[in-house]
């Protein structure tokens, strides 16, 4: 199913010559009262009112869902798609509605139409099994759960609101964000759900400039810890890594000491157990999210008798 604004242009040119329409538009708009609503949300009560329309005939009927990516710059008025914007641009969309979604998503190209540059992506249709279903098909696919998560992310970004709310997509948002940036675009997103519902968002320069703001470490943090197992890994240059469980997935640490010749007067060798004090240092974005780590060697652990030195 699709939606259209015909019929509106049809009705306007039908009263365009009628003197009395507007005054009966008038009166109509003051016996019914008025109330501000965006074009979003007009829109989204179109495609409902005629979903519903629809299911009074055919009880699962749904409207086919679609995914609109208006690209905006200073080479984007042909309204065509350089191949070096589709393949930069293109996957981290796509990566980040399967991050917002919590599952992978897979978009197929169906159209690029004029005005700017508009693509148009529909979700990969996935084969149903024969036989009869054994339970009804969500009401809302993976693909508009992620939507419905992303917009909400660009629409704080432009307004540059926090963000930390959605951490685990802002490295999605991020690289999609460098990507725009490469070629000096702004990207505009619609996606129509299969219920009627239309979501709308942006990622311009100033929501670009604010994801860049965010993604800049902060003050770091550092803790002082105690850190044992064994050795599996020396480096000459003043690394050493400690794996601390014999199990396959224990937590390993890459311990750093700032004088390289302490670690040799040291004499360890693989497979030794150690008791190091370190100093844990993190350092975080306004997001919350890691951007470094290190552990730097201050000593044996005072519990712990030291390893013995070279004289």
């Given at each position: 199913m699709t939606t259209g604004d015909g019929w509106r242009e049809r009705r306007r040119a039908a009263l365009r010559n009628d003197p009395g329409a507007a005054e009966t538009a008038a009166r109509l708009l003051e016996e019914m009262g008025t109330e501000e609503r965006n074009d979003e949300e007009i829109e989204a009560e179109h495609r409902a009112n005629r979903l519903a329309a629809v299911r009074a005939y055919e009880p699962d009927a749904r409207l086919d869902e679609e995914l609109r990516l208006r690209l905006t710059g200073p080479d984007t008025e042909g309204g065509a798609l350089r191949f070096q914007w589709g393949d930069a641009l293109l996957n981290p969309v796509e990566n980040a509605i399967s991050v917002a979604a919590g599952t992978p998503v897979q978009l197929e190209l169906t159209g690029i139409s004029s005005g700017s540059t508009v693509v148009h992506a529909r979700p990969v249709a996935t084969a149903?099994?024969?036989?009869?279903?054994?339970?009804?098909?969500?009401?809302?696919?993976?693909?508009?759960?992620?939507?419905?998560?992303?917009?909400?992310?660009?629409?704080?970004?432009?307004?540059?609101?926090?963000?930390?709310?959605?951490?685990?997509?802002?490295?999605?948002?991020?690289?999609?964000?460098?990507?725009?940036?490469?070629?000096?675009?702004?990207?505009?997103?619609?996606?129509?759900?299969?219920?009627?519902?239309?979501?709308?968002?942006?990622?311009?320069?100033?929501?670009?400039?604010?994801?860049?703001r965010l993604r800049e470490p902060s003050r770091p943090r550092d803790q002082e810890m105690i850190i044992s197992g064994r050795i599996t890994e020396l480096r000459e240059s003043g690394w050493v890594k400690v794996k601390t469980g014999t199990s396959r997935n224990a937590p390993a640490y890459d311990v750093h000491f700032d004088e390289p010749e302490e670690l040799l007067r040291m004499r360890p060798g693989l497979g030794d157990n150690i008791h190091f004090r370190v100093r844990f240092r993190q350092c975080l974005d306004s997001v919350g999210i890691a951007r470094s780590t290190e552990y730097t060697y201050l000593g044996p652990a005072a519990e712990q008798p030291s390893l013995p030195l070279e004289s």
């Open positions: 149903l099994p024969a036989g009869p279903p054994a339970m009804e098909a969500p009401v809302t696919s993976a693909t508009s759960t992620g939507m419905r998560a992303l917009t909400h992310l660009l629409a704080a970004l432009e307004a540059e609101q926090d963000v930390r709310e959605w951490s685990r997509l802002f490295d999605a948002v991020d690289a999609l964000a460098r990507a725009l940036g490469k070629y000096e675009l702004d990207l505009g997103v619609t996606w129509y759900g299969a219920d009627g519902d239309m979501r709308r968002a942006r990622l311009t320069g100033r929501g670009r400039r604010y994801v860049e």
